[in-house]
């Protein structure tokens, strides 16, 4: 049975991630789409058990990592997720409401 990323060490998280990001660079190589993609979001949820969720504050926008041109309004924080709405270039906020883990937001817009 696996473990849950929130009971690793930071240390064990770190382990994880770069286990994950050379599986990664494999699948790519291969050109394993489908591996590639759970690949990168069990890694982003990885990561996101070594950021600290104090960094971040309620209505602020966010870059969306891997995603250029869109950033992200956090409503509110739930664990190691952001809840909120995608902005898009032209400043227009997507009406559905999703959670991403906080390792892929990037800098404060």
């Not at 790519?28 to 489908?34: A, L, R």
């Amino acid at each position: 049975m696996e473990r849950r990323y929130s009971t690793y060490t930071v240390e064990e998280l770190r382990a994880e991630v770069a286990q994950l990001k050379e599986q990664l660079q494999k699948a790519e190589q291969w050109g394993n789409v489908s591996e590639y993609e759970i690949l990168q979001r069990k890694m982003q949820m990885a990561a996101a058990y070594l950021v600290n969720p104090a960094d971040f504050r309620k209505g602020e926008r966010y870059e969306l990592a891997g995603d250029p041109g869109q950033t992200f309004e956090i409503t509110y924080i739930n664990g190691v997720f952001a809840w909120g709405h995608r902005i898009n270039l032209l400043g227009q906020r997507f009406e559905t409401e999703e959670a991403v883990p906080l390792s892929i937001l990037g800098d404060k817009q």
